[in-house]
């Protein structure tokens, strides 16, 4: 069900390799920084899975954060507003139920959703490891900073 | 003629799992499993407190984190001696029926269903017959012509835009698709319900567990603090909802996914004959009743099963050395003693060592390592882990439950019992037990509720919390089982922290490369004598390993920036 203004801020991504948990990175840096409206729903997704249906229905927009092996240097944002699934960009497949595969089950239950996706390229494959490269985690504060600024606009 | 063809990826849901197959005459003859991404947690953990690891762990796979969790915090619990309060039990149990639950919907309907049901067949159905047939089978009040005809409208737009990977993936048209067009209609249409349904009722681990997709867990107990009458706490508001969310899955089991199962079975007869593979099966077993250190009392219980005799059930024992090894003669690893033997997880090792070709290449050389999973074995057994293996363990111990619905499937079904050693009794049994789990539910629930209401809240136990009441050494097991199989997580503590810590995960079971006196694991052997009726779209293949539930992410992680979605077939 629709909650009126709600916007839902998803980072998606596996923070056990590496850089490709740079969406749950960036929910975390957001959730330090404080000070977003309270409309604003920031949401550690994680692996993901279709658990995550529920908090998407409940959004009237929607802000995703993932990772894209996509070869541009790490850390490079892009702001993308995909329609549908097959316009996402090259997503990792790390995730078990994949961003395409939970926009897809999204799509058939009727939502036509505002969606906003930040894509982040970043080097692959990645090693197991429990920390940003330094080229993603410099590009962080900038990134949050652009999500930020999305979650402001009207 | 033989031709070898290679499905990659096999997973519905994204996943790195390779099958090459030899078809000869329309019938697979030798069939290679392989993980193409490499996992290596255990190297994370090494050196971090052991209190921590659940976290971690849980991290390794979006559908299963919460058993990842309970695998952990028991392992440390065992290691150190730890006894969790009685509703600490109970809510962990609570936690698992419901991942277990939602989980085997989740895989009927969205990840299996399409390998029987044709979507495009169901355009041509009739929503009045399609009608008369739901309520035929079942009280499910959405089952009006009207509602069957707008959902026939919604899903043409989607086929005919192909903007949906899931729908558009398929092999439609394939003859081995045998369901009418009203069948398929009536499975479509719950594909949509279970949707709707299944994020309901992991609700329950957002209650218990403060969050999802990644619920908490702690070691001792359960963070979550009871009091009937506190608005901050799990107050009976709270614990109503549970209680209704529980009654909502017993009835969306009962009247959707088991009436749902049975009907379209009953058009797949011939799969109570295909599939079948290894002849032996082991159940950690789970759901306790009196504490995880009485295997006695669970519910689901453990034990294995050799050579399908049914009147024997052998002892499994986690941490007798001489059980449960793994292998590498086939994998991508060296171990420092040789490559040949098999090590317990206590003693286990994860170095990589990848001999495959660079990617993109045409095909493995199964002569040598070709996969990153490490090939377990039960006192040097093969084994199949999973829902069969769960229900023929408990089956042959007389558990009533499951022997009258066992009866009572096979009965409908008009198929012998030996029908279960199958592709089918697989998928039969993931439903059987999803609905005496959900009845086990209910039970829990009502004894946390009497405790609650007989005054006793406690949920974690501070006894050994503090590392300096640790001894220098100890180590634990934790097992349980995910909705997939067999789950265990070994844990090796060393001055307080990590020393060793290994995962067996169900998917290594049934999916790993032969060992080394060159048995096969459960997908290479249940594959053998699978018809492929045409070589380009091998969906029999895919049935059999779907029937499984693969889920390769805590198996093996990385590899693939190609994200492909569509079934990659070759032939050679």
């Known amino acids: ?154 | 003629m033989s031709n070898r063809i290679v499905i990659d990826p096999v997973t519905r849901i994204e996943g790195h799992l390779r099958i090459e197959a030899v078809v000869e005459n329309g019938v697979v003859t030798d069939a290679y499993s392989a993980g193409t991404m490499v996992r290596g947690i255990e190297k994370i953990l090494k050196g971090r407190d052991p209190r921590d690891a659940w976290a971690f762990t849980e991290r390794v796979c979006g559908v299963c984190t919460t058993v990842h969790a309970l695998a952990s915090v028991r392992s440390v619990e065992d290691a150190l001696s730890i006894t969790v309060p009685k509703n600490a039990e109970l809510v962990r149990n609570l936690m698992f029926c419901a991942q277990f639950v939602q989980d085997h919907v989740v895989h009927f309907y969205h990840l299996h269903a399409l390998d029987w049901v044709d979507v495009v067949s169901m355009l041509k159905a009739d929503p009045v017959a399609t009608s008369k047939l739901a309520q035929s089978l079942s009280a499910w009040p959405k089952s009006n012509p009207g509602h069957f005809a707008a959902v026939q409208t919604r899903m043409k737009k989607f086929v005919e835009s192909g903007q949906l990977g899931i729908f558009a993936n398929g092999y439609w048209g394939h003859k081995a698709y045998k369901l009418p067009p009203e069948v398929n209609l009536l499975a479509v249409s719950h594909y949509l319900d279970a949707l709707e349904w299944q994020k309901e009722l992991v609700k329950i681990h957002a209650i218990f567990g403060g969050n999802n997709p990644h619920p908490n867990y702690l070691v001792g107990g359960v963070p979550c603090s009871f009091n009937l009458e506190d608005v901050g706490a799990i107050n009976t508001e709270r614990l109503n909802h549970v209680g209704s969310l529980i009654n909502d899955a017993i009835a969306f089991v009962e009247q959707v996914y088991i009436p749902d199962l049975l009907a379209i079975a009953s058009f797949y007869k011939d799969w109570g004959a295909i599939g079948g593979g290894l002849p032996n099966y082991l159940a950690y077993g789970d759901l306790p009743t009196k504490g995880y250190n009485d295997p006695s009392s669970y519910l689901l219980p453990r034990g294995a099963i050799l050579n399908r005799n049914l009147n024997e059930i052998h002892e499994v024992n986690g941490k007798n050395l001489n059980e449960i090894k793994e292998y590498i003669n086939h994998s991508w690893y060296q171990y420092g003693g040789g490559d040949g033997v098999g090590l317990h997880p206590f003693k286990g090792e994860t170095e990589f060592n990848y001999t495959g070709p660079q990617p993109p290449y045409q095909h493995l050389n199964t002569d040598g390592k070709y996969s990153w999973l490490k090939t377990p074995r039960w006192k040097e057994n093969p084994m199949e882990v999973g829902p069969l293996s769960r229900m023929l363990v408990a089956y042959a111990k007389g558990n009533t439950d499951v022997k009258e619905l066992v009866g009572v499937v096979l009965k409908k079904l008009d198929v012998p019992i030996t029908a279960l050693f199958s592709t089918l009794g697989r998928t039969a049994a993931r439903g059987v037990e999803t609905q005496i789990v959900a009845h086990w539910m209910k039970g829990f629930y009502g004894d946390l509720i009497a405790n609650l209401k007989a005054g006793e809240t406690r949920t974690f136990t501070k006894e050994k919390w503090e590392p300096d009441t640790w001894p220098a050494t100890a180590e634990g097991v934790g097992m349980t089982e995910a909705p997939r199989g067999a789950l265990a997580h070994w844990v090796s503590i060393k001055d307080r922290v990590i020393d060793n810590y290994q995962l067996v995960v169900p998917t290594t079971w049934n999916a790993s490369p032969r060992d080394p006196k060159g048995q096969r694991s459960a997908y290479e052997q249940a594959l053998i004598g699978t018809p492929v009726a045409n070589l380009e779209q091998p969906v029999e293949i895919l049935r059999t390993i779907h029937s499984f539930d693969p889920c390769l992410a805590c198996a093996v992680h990385l590899y693939d920036p190609s994200g492909k979605h569509i079934h990659q077939v070759q032939f050679y």
Not at chain 1, 68 to 78: I, L, M, R, W
Not at chain 1, 97 to 118: A, K, N, Q, W
Not at chain 1, 140 to 151: D, G, H
Request: proline share 7%; net charge negative; glycine share 10%.
């Open chain 1, 1 to 154: 069900m629709k909650i009126d203004g709600r916007t839902l801020v998803l980072g998606i991504g596996n923070v056990l390799l590496g850089d490709e948990g740079v969406g749950v990175a960036v929910i975390d840096h957001l959730q330090a920084e404080g000070g977003l409206p309270s409309h604003v729903d920031l949401l550690d997704g994680g692996t993901g899975s279709l658990v995550l249906l529920e908090p998407m229905r409940e959004a009237r927009r929607m802000i995703l954060i993932d990772a894209t092996a996509d070869g541009q240097p790490p850390g490079t944002v892009q702001r993308l507003e995909p329609r549908f699934s097959t316009e996402y960009p090259v997503t990792l497949t790390a995730h078990d139920i994949g961003l395409r595969d939970l926009l897809d089950s999204f799509y058939l239950l009727g939502e036509e959703p505002e969606v906003v996706l930040f894509a982040v390229s970043i080097g692959w494959p990645q090693d197991m490891r429990y920390s940003l490269s330094p080229e993603v985690a410099a590009a962080l504060p900038a990134i949050a900073a652009a999500v930020r600024q999305e979650c402001l606009r009207p």
